[in-house]
């Protein structure tokens, strides 16, 4: 599958979904902003591949990178940043959404398993209410919240010492 292919609607995704789990597949949900894709990204998005099934993962649009993070991000456009996680061999599937946080995106596919990054708790996971609404399950996965875009572009951008 080329990388464009993977890379769906609201519509094309519900209907993917669809198609899957009449074959019998699992369905796992990640979510991020991906801004300057990072070690951090590969190994959450791995991680949630190992749990099984097909992976789906929800990129946040600029509009709402901007809203959660402020002006001057993101970083690469939501076209690019849906690019280039799609490229990746674990991705299964790419949809940009325009809200905050995916409680809508949840509603819409019921994925088996939301992966949330280990930032998080299963406790402290937003969405954990919407996923257990239809007992689904929520999964923490990749490694310790080391890497951080953020962090990255001050980082890069901090003065120079001499």
Same mark, same amino acid.
């Given at each position: 599958?080329?990388?464009?292919?993977?890379?769906?609607?609201?519509?094309?995704?519900?209907?993917?979904?669809?198609?899957?789990?009449?074959?019998?597949?699992?369905?796992?949900?990640?979510?991020?902003?991906?801004?300057?894709?990072?070690?951090?990204?590969?190994?959450?998005?791995?991680?949630?591949?190992?749990?099984?099934?097909?992976?789906?993962?929800?990129?946040?649009?600029?509009?709402?990178?901007?809203?959660?993070?402020?002006?001057?991000?993101?970083?690469? /456009?939501?076209?690019?940043?849906?690019?280039?996680?799609?490229?990746?061999?674990?991705?299964?599937?790419?949809?940009?959404? /325009?809200?905050?946080?995916?409680?809508?995106?949840?509603?819409?596919?019921?994925?088996?398993?939301?992966?949330?990054?280990?930032?998080?708790?299963?406790?402290?996971?937003?969405?954990?209410?919407?996923?257990?609404?239809?007992?689904?399950?929520?999964?923490?996965?990749?490694? /310790?919240?080391?890497?951080?875009?953020?962090?990255?572009?001050?980082?890069?951008?901090? /003065?120079?010492?001499?």
């Amino acid at each position: 599958m080329n990388t464009q292919s993977k890379i769906l609607s609201r519509e094309q995704l519900r209907q993917r979904v669809g198609e899957w789990r009449h074959g019998g597949e699992r369905i796992t949900l990640a979510n991020g902003n991906f801004d300057l894709l990072h070690v951090g990204h590969v190994r959450y998005l791995r991680g949630a591949k190992a749990l099984g099934g097909k992976l789906v993962v929800a990129i946040n649009s600029d509009a709402s990178v901007r809203a959660l993070k402020g002006e001057g991000r993101p970083i690469a /456009p939501e076209d690019e940043r849906a690019e280039i996680v799609a490229a990746l061999a674990d991705v299964d599937a790419v949809v940009i959404f /325009p809200e905050l946080d995916v409680r809508a995106i949840i509603r819409e596919i019921r994925p088996d398993i939301q992966a949330k990054g280990t930032d998080y708790t299963a406790d402290s996971v937003p969405e954990r209410d919407v996923v257990a609404e239809y007992g689904g399950r929520v999964a923490i996965v990749g490694d /310790p919240k080391n890497h951080s875009t953020s962090e990255i572009i001050r980082a890069h951008l901090a /003065p120079r010492k001499s």
